[in-house]
């Protein structure tokens, strides 16, 4: 069994910055594919970011890339993504994914069915 924590959500000014945790239990997260993804409110989930296993690849969202960082930690456990120069149309609640199935080393996903396992969120909000 797996659970996903994640933090580090809150109310940010347009410009700002948050870092999201991804802590996992269960499971040490360096072996899996992972990524985030966001709903904001009346709109469906979207990928944002995504890494992969043994840290050989990352690939982001068009409209994060440059902006968003996912890394991890495999001290913590943890993976995490930078946020800067938040606007508000980045406000959503944001979750953090796991894929269990058979993955090659390097390989992304995308879409959320790709992933197995699921956080419960955090809301990120940007006052502009």
């Known amino acids: 069994q797996v659970q996903l924590v994640e933090s580090g959500g809150g109310l940010v000014q347009a410009g700002g910055s948050l870092r999201l945790s991804c802590a996992g239990s269960g499971r040490t997260l360096n072996y899996y594919a992972m990524a985030w993804f966001r709903q904001a409110p009346g709109k469906e989930r979207e990928f944002v970011a995504a890494?992969?296993?043994?840290?050989?690849?990352?690939s982001y969202a068009d409209n994060v890339r440059g902006r968003f960082t996912i890394s991890r930690d495999s001290v913590k456990n943890t993976v995490s993504l930078q946020m800067n120069n938040l606007q508000s149309e980045d406000t959503a609640v944001y979750s953090c994914?796991?894929?269990?199935?058979?993955?090659?080393?390097?390989?992304?996903?995308?879409?959320?069915?790709?992933?197995?396992?699921w956080g419960q969120g955090t809301q990120v909000t940007v006052s502009s």
């Open positions: 890494i992969s296993k043994t840290l050989v690849s990352t």
């Open positions: 994914a796991l894929r269990t199935r058979l993955t090659p080393s390097g390989n992304v996903y995308y879409r959320d069915n790709d992933y197995d396992y």
